[in-house]
């Protein structure tokens, strides 16, 4: 019996990049391009039945070199089948853009948000990309790895 | 000549209010910035992100075991169960199975965080209502349960308990019969509060189909836990993908119909009576560890011992046990086999081993430097676990390094605060209440 990633793959050899199932994690890491066709096709499919996205999140591979740099992350849960999967796309620092799944779980808007402002990845077709842990005149985000841990912020705040 | 003045045609528009971001009725510093019609919520906007306290940046900067203290101030309200969460996350990298009492332990004290989560969301939001007398009962419950929490852990809040491949310390003397003894007096309390409550026809009018989310909803906003269940779909993470030891236990998991907020509120309540089962179980069924230190006879001070050791009188020493102060009961070398991992590279020595030889000292002093520490292989690792408001998830990426290359929460409470304009609008404006306390938003899990 395949596992869940190998079936992806089998369904979709194009558009599934690399698989690896580490302490029994079922990943795929996917093409950009593929991200809404995919997240459709697993929330449909009888078989995969992904019908909740319990998180979304993104990994900086900085000082990994990674090649691209950012890693969005996925995690996929089916409450029918009982089963998960994790999803990943990668993108580049200077094109730093993933459609937005918020048309397929409305759960992405705030996370989306989050991954914005902590990461500095856009969202395309998100219906409101501001931040939301940091305010708005934050300059950069954190938790980008070359974001200094002791960074200060001037202050902000009304004017006498 | 005087002229009739002509009458202006009333307009009416809508008002804007902010409810927070500090406000006696927010359990927590958020805002929620409604649009009123009169007293009806046209539309409404929360803004977060007061409390943070940047959690995640602060996990990648020290060693995998100095991220333990943060997490207690995740969820501050059931810190046990973060720190579970987060050393079964850094386990499941390593793939370490911890010894089976220590597996007990840790499902007795999330089991009693549960209820005191539990107890502090219904209370908290029974008084908000009106009902004080039950806020008092329920601190009164929780207040047993802390006690226990703080003869095990040494604190009340920060307990900082669990350790990756085990926990701090075993359970004290004569643990199982305090912990009875507490349960039966929350019975006590859940039995008066269920009289004051559940039938009370003004906090059912205020709660029942008020803050009502369909099952639909609450599954494309991601919503887990008590929340998820009180709209009928019957996932908690203890039954769907049992970890530690919870599969060997018997017991329900509540699920609603309405998805409102009277729902919301049977559910918590038995979920307590669940819990308080599971432990009542659990101390049964423990396998006993070793005996608990005989301070009599062989015992000196610590440091005693390491002046002795210093000065080469080492002849008897490694037969002695030292009395290491302040540490808990528990924390002795006797106990360590049966609550901590023997793998060497990942768990603590205990402190005698520390104060007394060489083998122990390094060991210790490998562990605790920069640079040094445990070092999960390099992958990465999802582990959920059912917090009190749903489920916790700790993604941790390693890079084979002494630091976690990258730590992320997935905090149940954030998802439901995304749902709650759904939630509000259409409602009235004092009904904001109910519904935001039955969400039992912890702000520091939600800001992290």
């Known amino acids: 019996m395949p596992k869940l990633h190998e079936k992806l793959k089998e369904r979709w050899p194009e558009d599934v990049v690399e698989l690896h199932d580490f302490r029994g994690d079922e990943t795929a890491v996917i093409k950009r391009e593929s991200l809404l066709r995919i997240a459709d096709f697993i929330k449909r499919d009888s078989q995969f039945d992904l019908n909740v996205l319990i998180d979304l999140t993104a990994v900086d591979g900085l000082p990994l070199k990674w090649k691209p740099r950012f890693e969005v992350v996925y995690h996929f849960y089916s409450t029918a089948k009982n089963h998960r999967l994790r999803l990943k796309v990668r993108v580049e620092q200077e094109d730093a853009v993933v459609a937005s799944l918020t048309g397929i779980w409305p759960v992405a808007n705030w996370f989306e948000r989050e991954v914005w402002d902590m990461f500095g990845i856009r969202f395309e077709g998100h219906p409101d990309l501001k931040r939301i842990l940091m305010y708005e005149e934050f300059s950069g985000h954190p938790l980008r790895k070359d974001y200094p841990y002791n960074k200060r912020q001037p202050l902000i705040g009304p004017k006498n | ?448």
């Open chain 2, 1 to 448: 000549m005087t002229t009739t003045p002509e009458i202006k045609k009333t307009r009416t528009e809508s008002m804007l209010i902010n409810v927070g971001p500090s406000h006696p009725a927010m359990h927590g510093i958020v805002r929620i910035i409604a649009e009123l019609d009169g007293e009806k919520i046209v539309s409404s906007d929360v803004e977060i992100g007061y409390l943070h306290r940047a959690f995640e940046k602060s996990a990648e900067q020290g060693g995998y075991l100095q991220v333990i203290p943060y997490t207690d101030r995740l969820n501050y309200v059931s810190p046990l169960i973060n720190n579970v969460g987060y050393c079964l996350a850094i386990e499941k990298l390593f793939g370490l199975e911890i010894t089976e009492r220590a597996k007990y332990i840790r499902v007795i004290m999330s089991e009693i965080s549960r209820v005191t989560d539990h107890l502090t969301c219904v209370g908290a939001s029974a008084m908000e209502l009106g009902a004080f007398t039950v806020f008092l009962y329920m601190i009164k419950a929780r207040e047993f349960l802390y006690e226990l929490i703080e003869e095990v852990t040494g604190a009340r809040l920060t307990i900082s308990y669990t350790r990756v491949g085990g926990v701090k310390g075993d359970l004290p003397k004569g643990f199982a019969d305090k912990c009875r003894n507490a349960i039966l007096e929350t019975r006590k309390i859940l039995k008066e509060v269920d009289e004051l409550l559940t039938c009370n026809r003004i906090f059912v009018d205020r709660m029942k189909d008020v803050g009502v989310i369909s099952k639909e909803d609450a599954l494309a906003y991601g919503i887990t836990g008590p929340f998820l269940r009180s709209t009928g779909v019957d996932y908690d993470v203890r039954r769907a993908s049992p970890y530690l030891v919870y599969n060997r236990f018997d017991f329900e998991v509540p699920v609603g119909e309405h998805g409102d907020n009277y729902d919301r509120y049977l559910c918590r309540m038995e979920e307590m009576e669940q819990s308080m089962r599971i432990v009542e179980q659990a101390l049964r069924d423990m396998p006993e560890g070793p005996v608990l230190l005989d301070t009599e006879g062989n015992v000196i001070p610590a440091a005693e011992m390491a002046d002795q050791g210093k000065l080469g009188r080492i002849e008897g020493l490694p037969g002695q046990t030292a009395a290491v102060d302040p540490t808990l009961e528990g924390a002795h070398k006797e106990n360590y086999a049966s609550v901590e991992t023997d793998n060497k590279r990942i768990a603590l020595p205990p402190k005698e081993d520390t104060y007394t030889n060489i083998e122990g000292l390094m060991n210790h002093f490998k562990m605790i430097m920069m640079g040094h520490g445990i070092r999960p292989p390099k992958g990465e690792a999802y582990f959920p676990v059912e917090g009190a408001n749903g489920e916790l998830g700790f993604y941790v990426v390693s890079d084979g390094t002494d630091k976690p290359y990258r730590v992320r929460v997935r905090p149940p409470c954030f998802v439901i605060m995304a749902a709650l304009p759904l939630m509000i609008n259409g409602g009235m404006f004092a009904d904001i209440v109910p519904t935001f306390g039955s969400v039992n938003m912890i702000g520091g899990e939600m800001d992290r």
